[in-house]
């Protein structure tokens, strides 16, 4: 298995991940967010360009949307989501 299977692994879940459905921060290393209801984000810190935009728009994830960027916390104001590890 190549350097390249290793990180694809990873993308897709191998080193782990974490439910959250309430209104506190989670931290850690994370890789994605696949939202498993109706979400809308109160907080995120990671390498995402315009978050303070969207956090204050509100904007609602739908069920299954799936976000891809690294980042170490996250705070949900509504819903639920899977926290994929980095």
């Known amino acids: 298995m190549g350097i390249s299977s290793f990180n694809v ?3 897709m879940g191998a080193n782990g991940c974490a439910y959250v459905n309430g209104t506190t921060a ?6 994605a967010i696949q939202f498993t209801e109706d979400s809308v984000i109160g907080a995120i810190t990671g390498q995402m360009d315009n978050s ?7 904007i609602t994830f739908n069920k299954n949307d799936c976000i891809y960027l690294p980042f170490t916390s996250l705070t949900l104001t509504s ?8």
């Open 79 to 86: 819903g639920a989501a899977i926290l994929y590890k980095a």
């Open 52 to 58: 303070a935009q969207l956090i204050a728009d509100a």
């Open 26 to 31: 989670t931290t850690g290393d994370f890789v």
């Open 9 to 11: 692994q990873n993308s």
